[in-house]
């Protein structure tokens, strides 16, 4: 388990989300329209509301194609239970397809998938102890890259590094019935351009790594941890990460903004975004219900937050 210390209030709730999600009810897509509780989280901001997914994790945009894509965990995210799905969202907020990628059809594994990255046309997804690689114009599976030999336990969040590398978190947790479990290692690996595996960096300095993002202009990976309070900073080579800023902890996602700048999920003071302006955070959106791995639509200037376990999709004009 997880020291009691690292185990705050706020993540203890996320996981009781994250549990509870997999059995709540069934919800429609709707049409986008913003839902009558955005008043109270800064409702000028929000654009759309969208319901009807289930455990929703990460949203990516994929901009070729002028979609985001939400990958649905649809129950425990430990279970191998191949009931996992990507939906595809319209900028407007309509539905264009929610089970685009359907575990369990059409030669599709896909258990319960959690971040994303593109590399061409190809769409890499982390799913516990693979990354799965699929045609990201047709939904159809390439093939997958299986790290259960290196004894993966939850593989988290993807990012692609500007020498095309994918980087993957292994948060090295387990979600149980009775809670979570953290048997380890804490671990980033790395798929290189050529397919070969190797662990980029490990430890338990890393405390649970959870979102991730390349960060071209340092030439490095940012991480944020679940159990941990800091921001962290790898680049490739080092043995450990560096601490960027002290935050308040339970992270989940992390994105990159111009100049340095990068916004950030999770927190322990509740669900909300932050904006790190190169030399504080900041929120920018508050009194969210566990917000996951975040995305950005970078040419509308959107800031896209998977609630995980509303099973919605919020999307917010992000401040200037």
């Known amino acids: 388990?997880?020291?009691?210390?690292?185990?705050?209030?706020?993540?203890?709730?996320?996981?009781?989300?994250?549990?509870?999600?997999?059995?709540?009810?069934?919800?429609?897509p709707n049409t986008g329209a913003a839902d009558s509780t955005a008043g109270s989280r800064m409702a000028d901001s929000v654009i759309a509301t969208v319901s009807g997914f289930e455990t929703p994790e990460s949203v990516f945009d994929d901009v070729a194609r002028d979609v985001y894509l939400v990958s649905n965990i649809n129950g425990n995210p430990s279970a191998k239970d191949n009931n996992g799905f990507i939906a595809r969202l319209r900028p407007d907020g309509t539905v264009d397809s929610l089970h685009f990628i359907q575990g369990g059809r059409g030669g599709v594994t896909l258990n319960a998938p959690k971040g994303m990255a593109l590399t061409g046309d190809s769409l890499w997804v982390a799913d516990i102890d693979a990354l799965r690689i699929f045609d990201v114009t047709t939904g159809r599976a390439l093939g997958s890259v299986d790290f259960a030999s290196r004894h993966a336990v939850f593989l988290n969040d993807v990012a692609r590094a500007s020498d095309g590398s994918i980087y993957v978190t292994d948060s090295g947790i387990r979600i149980t019935a009775t809670?979570?479990?953290?048997?380890?290692?804490?671990?980033?690996?790395?798929?290189?351009?050529?397919?070969?595996?190797?662990?980029?960096?490990?430890?338990?300095?890393?405390?649970g790594p959870n979102g991730i993002t390349w960060d071209s202009a340092g030439n490095r990976l940012l991480i944020v941890p679940l159990a941990g309070a800091d921001i962290l900073a790898w680049s490739p080579g080092d043995s450990a990460p560096s601490v960027l800023i002290h935050?308040?902890?339970?992270?989940?996602?992390?994105?990159?903004?111009?100049?340095?700048?990068?916004?950030?999920?999770?927190?322990?003071?509740?669900?909300?975004?932050?904006?790190?302006?190169?030399?504080?955070?900041?929120?920018?959106?508050?009194?969210?219900?566990?917000?996951?791995?975040?995305?950005?639509?970078?040419?509308?200037?959107?800031?896209?937050?998977?609630?995980?376990?509303?099973?919605?999709?919020?999307i917010r004009l992000l401040p200037r």
């Open 1 to 28: 388990m997880l020291p009691t210390k690292r185990m705050s209030g706020s993540m203890l709730v996320a996981i009781v989300a994250l549990v509870s999600a997999a059995c709540g009810k069934k919800e429609r």
């Open 179 to 207: 809670g979570l479990e953290h048997p380890g290692p804490d671990r980033v690996f790395r798929v290189a351009p050529d397919g070969a595996v190797t662990v980029a960096v490990q430890g338990a300095a890393l405390e």
């Open 247 to 314: 935050g308040s902890g339970d992270f989940d996602g992390v994105e990159m903004l111009r100049g340095g700048h990068f916004v950030v999920s999770g927190g322990e003071s509740g669900g909300a975004v932050y904006l790190y302006d190169g030399k504080t955070l900041r929120a920018i959106a508050t009194g969210l219900t566990s917000p996951a791995d975040i995305g950005l639509d970078r040419k509308r200037h959107r800031l896209l937050i998977p609630l995980l376990s509303d099973n919605k999709v919020e």
